[in-house]
């Protein structure tokens, strides 16, 4: 079983910064990718970003130039800053590894980010 375990959400103002972290544990082995969904009030889950352990980085396209998605699978762990916060950005951000088969994937337990005045 692998676990995962989201920190450092909270409230923000719009503009400022927040930086989420995840750390895996468990029988992790293997760390193929890493990365974050978020979910806002009465909206489906949406993907926000991942990286690989090649390094590659993707990010949806609301977030971009904005957030910056890095990782130490040597210490299993992924972070996600956020810059210029924006309203629209307020979610819960679940942590996220995907496995084989996907229906294997691993969830974090989520953690609120709230972007307001």
């Known amino acids: 079983q692998v676990q995962l375990v989201e920190s450092g959400g909270g409230l923000v103002q719009p503009g400022g910064s927040l930086r989420l972290s995840c750390a895996a544990s468990?029988?992790?082995?293997?760390?193929?990718?890493m990365g974050w969904y978020r979910q806002a009030p009465g909206k489906e889950r949406e993907w926000v970003a991942t990286?690989?352990?090649?390094?590659?980085?993707s990010y949806t396209d609301s977030v971009k130039d904005r957030f910056t998605i890095s990782k130490d699978f040597d210490k299993n762990t992924v972070t996600l800053q956020m810059n210029s916060l924006r309203p629209e950005d307020t979610a819960v951000y679940y942590c996220?590894?995907?496995?084989?088969?996907?229906?294997?994937?691993?969830w974090g337990q989520g953690i609120q980010v709230t972007v307001s005045p």
């Open positions: 990286v690989t352990s090649f390094g590659t980085k």
């Open positions: 468990g029988n992790v082995y293997t760390i193929h990718a």
């Open positions: 996220w590894m995907p496995r084989t088969p996907p229906a294997s994937a691993v």
